[in-house]
């Protein structure tokens, strides 16, 4: 099992490294230079470190299928990290992986890893978004300014096809959003960090004027590996009800491959 790792030395790397104690157990140590709205470090950037000790715990390079459930806020500071081998299967091995703070469970995840490099019948009944090119994209002034407090905007570049309406107070837009997405360092996106990226999105529930939301469980697909360069993506939320509701995410590579999807759902508060 290799464990080189091509984009060492970028940010979210060495956010997200791990360091392992014993057999299945891993520290690591959460920054604070992914925090959200909500002041607490991204659900997509915990769950990437979680990941992170998982695939040093089996033998299949890609992760095909992650489901998480988030417990308690993430903050700042030491993590332990438990991981277990559920099964090792010839075309697929999957575990499971525990995320504790101070003596509390904050995530539980499961992951399936498989090989994206086999090949295999295709069929895409819907394609990318439809984007000008990012250079023709908007950056948003309160982006380009980085908000306080909100440091992954330090971390992640967005364009947008036109300026997002609730950046002006405007409630009344439909929540659904394209946009382009990569890393602010230069990082190419890889299998490792979709299932986080895939959390990085500004909530599209921001368009009907609700600003806090944290995500209860997340479930993401990847599907292929992706070619390096700007990141096509959509979410979008359908239905909110009792103060729950779900977002999908897609994102398309440069090349116009589906390379990641996700549904979470989330809580408003």
Known sequence: MSL????????????????????????????????????HPNGGYV????????????????????????????????????????????????GAVVVEQGGKEILRATATYGDLSAEGRELHLEGAPELPSPEDCHVPAEFADKPEGVTIAHRIEYRYPERPGWLDGKKDGTPRVDFWMRFADGRDADVHSLPAMVDFAVPAVLEIGEFT????ELSTHVRARPAPGWLACRV???????????????????????????????MLL
């Open 4 to 39: 080189d790792h091509p984009t060492e030395g970028h940010e979210f790397d060495r956010d997200t490294r791990v360091d392992k104690r014993a057999d299945g157990e891993f520290t690591a140590a959460f920054t604070d230079g992914w925090t959200t709205f909500t002041s």
């Open 47 to 94: 769950l990437g470190t979680a990941l992170n000790a998982l695939r040093q715990t089996l033998s299949q390079p890609d992760p095909i299928a992650v489901s998480a459930f988030y417990l308690r806020p993430a903050a700042p500071g030491p993590a332990l990290l438990r991981t277990e081998t559920v099964r090792e299967g010839r075309r697929t091995a999957t």
């Open 213 to 216: 939301t944290i995500t209860v």
């Open 236 to 266: 979008f939320t359908k239905h909110l009800s009792h103060g729950l509701h779900e977002e999908d995410m897609e994102i398309w590579d440069s090349e116009g491959t589906l390379v990641a999807q996700a549904r979470q759902l989330a």
